[in-house]
């Protein structure tokens, strides 16, 4: 999960607008927080057909799944999906803009859209990673001793699931950092907006 920042500079626009004696218009406001809401609907969209895919592989995998560790771990995975998707609906919903109001009425929406995606983002580790890590640690413990009770110690097929737990775990990290850029991309935002404001 990741979302970029609008990178309009509303700093910019509204003390430019200043100092010809105007202010920022709502219609400009309204602009900025249609293009959040844009980019928040996508972004969950791509989600949702994630899950969408992931939850009925992993009920196919559960089902073919030749031992219970399988199963299980095929069963977590699942549970981990829905959690995620409601998690991601419960923090990062797109809300619909306002669509009337004063200048200062749709800045103060908008700054609470920003700072409500600035936190799913900065907790994006509790709530959209660390829920695959007990489903993903059972299929790799599962498939560990599956080839022992079977006789079928190859040491090709334990390397195979140890690059597969590098992998994920780089994976895991590579998202995390990423979050953590965006939020701290909108961090910078609501910062300038809050000190325009206060001035």
């Known amino acids: 999960m990741t979302n ?19 202010t920022v218009s709502p219609e400009e406001i309204r602009m900025k927080a249609n293009k959040l809401y844009r980019r928040i609907r996508y972004r969950n969209l791509r989600e949702y057909i994630g899950a969408g895919i992931v939850v009925p592989a992993f009920a196919f995998f559960a089902w073919k799944a030749p031992s219970w560790v399988g199963r299980t771990g095929s069963a977590l995975m699942i549970v981990a999906a829905l959690f995620v998707v409601w998690q991601l609906h419960r923090r990062g919903a797109a809300r619909t803009p306002l669509q009337s109001g004063s200048a200062m009425d749709l800045l103060d929406f908008y700054l609470g ?46 390397q195979f ?19 953590a850029v965006a939020a701290a991309r909108l961090q910078r935002q609501i910062d300038a907006i809050e000190k325009v404001r206060s001035e």
């Open 161 to 179: 699931i140890v690059l597969c737990s590098v992998s994920m775990a780089l994976l895991f990290v590579i998202v995390w950092l990423l979050n």
């Open 4 to 22: 970029e920042a609008p990178r309009d500079d509303i700093k910019r626009l509204w003390r430019e607008q200043e100092t010809e004696g105007t």
């Open 113 to 158: 859209e920003l700072r409500r995606q600035r936190d799913a983002l900065k907790s994006v580790w509790r709530w959209y990673l660390a829920p695959f890590i007990p489903g993903m640690v059972t299929l790799s413990v599962g498939f560990y001793f599956q080839d022992h009770a079977t006789g079928r110690t190859i040491e090709s097929h334990h």
